[in-house]
């Protein structure tokens, strides 16, 4: 079942979101004033006095952070400082910690985890069903997750070492064991009383998979045609037999890319022998979706992992640091591009005020291009044999975008110094620099691809560094030539 928003609906939760936080950090500052003040007094028992405030001031925190949803209280806890943070988690009830967990950034996560004890990850790790403990155990302190392993039954302990002996970007990975299971030689009536018997059915399902003795999938039954059958109807009559199914070794980018393909909402998961091992929801697939275009982002950006707003100044440096040292070397390299040119700039000081023009645009003209790419990449689209034709659409646009706005700047160039040789220059200049950047744009994430990098890491600090320079080269080259 599909739950939609409006537009307004959605706008209206933000800001219900916001208005949360807000007052959480007004609790929060209102509780440390008076806790400041009660410890400037000096009274008797001052010791007792100050655990009473303490205690008072937070009652009232910890009713709102009760009636917040897991989700909301993880994003509260990811937009407050750490100290802060840590009162906060220390008022999330008990038994809530392991949603919240689940709900926070993996950095987020592990500043909560190195608060806690033994015990306490215990208890928020055995409220959690399988597949939730395989996305925490990462995290978990490895004398934690054994003794977290031992506690579980065989079932549980076999299902949570398969879950986590995937690569994080597999189907297995992200597979849950909340099934709902039913034989095709019994009636749609009898089926129906087996569900009413089960109570509740697991989130996010909108069929039953149909299995034989040995738990071989036979095929998939739909609620939809459960509800509308004749209930004497055998399964095997009205089941879909051509059902999508997964493999637990199939990367999750193309799982995902046939969720939204086939409008799925689950999937069975089956071994090589076709048999049903787990499935596969909606829900795991938007997660693992919002997960990789988070880690795009911040590759595009040049971070080498996800970074807390709120973490040490060293280990933000670290983070941050490998590609502004390669971003140092390349404006080092167009620095050296512009020195050589030295004698042309200070004949035509023009060139100064419009050389950073053609740099600019070419390095945007790139990283769109860039992002097209990585973007087929991802889903797939972009091989050998399309290879020719991309690379001619791509300078057919750069050479049309490279005459059209190479025109305009050359005709403002124009009317600013009156030289119809620079306009013709700059004219020259922009062309010449998008095609630069237009082959780059599809060579860049290609090259990264055969050389086994991912083609999102630096992608864009690189096209600039290739725009700047090259930029830079074509544009004073071009006016030692005709201009000088």
């Not at 129906?192 to 034989?212: A, C, S």
């Not at 787990?278 to 595009?300: I, P, W």
């Not at 305009?408 to 950047?437: D, E, I, R, S, W």
Request: no cysteine; net charge negative.
């Amino acid at each position: 079942m599909r739950y939609l928003l409006t537009m307004t609906e959605l706008e209206q939760s933000k800001e219900s979101l916001q208005e949360s936080l807000q007052q959480v950090v007004s609790l929060l500052n209102k509780h440390k004033l008076v806790e400041d003040l009660v410890h400037k007094q000096d009274m008797p028992r001052q010791a007792l006095v100050e655990t009473l405030v303490h205690k008072q001031n937070l009652v009232e925190l910890q009713k709102k952070l009760d009636e917040l949803h897991s989700a909301d209280v993880a994003f509260i806890l990811e937009a407050l400082p750490r100290d802060q943070r840590l009162i906060v988690w220390d008022l999330v009830k008990a038994e809530r910690d392991g949603e919240i967990l689940l709900e926070v950034s993996d950095v987020v996560r592990q500043s909560l985890i190195a608060e806690m004890d033994t015990e306490e990850l215990l208890a928020a790790a055995e409220q959690l069903e399988t597949d939730e403990i395989a996305d925490l155990a990462p995290d978990l302190p490895k004398d934690v997750f054994q003794e977290l392993l031992e506690s579980l039954d065989s079932q549980n302990r076999e299902r949570l070492q398969s879950a986590l002996s995937y690569p994080e970007d597999a189907v297995g990975a992200l597979m849950d064991f909340d099934i709902v299971t039913i034989r095709e030689d019994i009636t749609l009536e009898v089926v129906l009383r087996y569900l009413r018997r089960l109570g509740e059915l697991p989130d996010h399902t909108d069929k039953l998979f149909v299995v034989n003795r040995d738990d071989t999938v036979r095929g998939v039954l739909s609620l939809k045609r459960l509800l509308m059958a004749d209930p004497e109807n055998i399964v095997a009559d009205v089941m879909a037999e051509d059902a999508v199914l997964f493999h637990p070794e199939e990367d999750a980018t193309e799982a995902a890319a046939a969720f939204e393909r086939y409008y799925l909402v689950t999937a069975p998961v089956v071994d090589a022998d076709n048999k049903l091992v787990g499935r596969l929801t909606v829900n795991e697939v938007m997660d693992f979706l919002r997960d990789e275009s988070e880690s795009e982002a911040l590759s595009l950006a040049g971070l080498r992992e996800e970074e807390d707003m709120f973490s040490s100044v060293w280990k933000s440096v670290q983070n941050r640091w490998t590609w502004l040292a390669v971003n140092l070397v390349t404006a080092f390299i167009a620095s050296r591009v512009i020195g050589a040119f030295e004698g042309s700039i200070e004949k035509i000081v023009a060139l100064a005020a419009l050389m950073p023009i053609v740099a600019g645009i070419g390095g945007n003209s790139g990283n769109q291009t860039i992002t097209m790419i990585v973007r087929g990449l991802a889903l797939g689209q972009v091989s050998a044999q399309n290879m020719k034709a991309l690379f001619k659409k791509e300078l057919g646009v750069s050479l049309f975008n490279g005459m059209v706005w190479g025109s305009v700047l050359g005709l403002l160039t124009y009317m600013l110094y009156h030289n119809v040789k620079l306009a013709a220059v700059m004219m020259g200049a922009m062309t010449l620099n998008l095609l630069l950047a237009a082959v780059m744009g599809v060579a860049i994430p290609l090259l990264m691809v055969r050389t086994g990098r991912d083609p999102a890491v630096g992608s864009s600090v690189l096209i600039t560094a290739v725009t700047d320079s090259g930029g830079f080269f074509i544009f004073l080259g071009l006016a030692t030539l005709f201009l000088i």
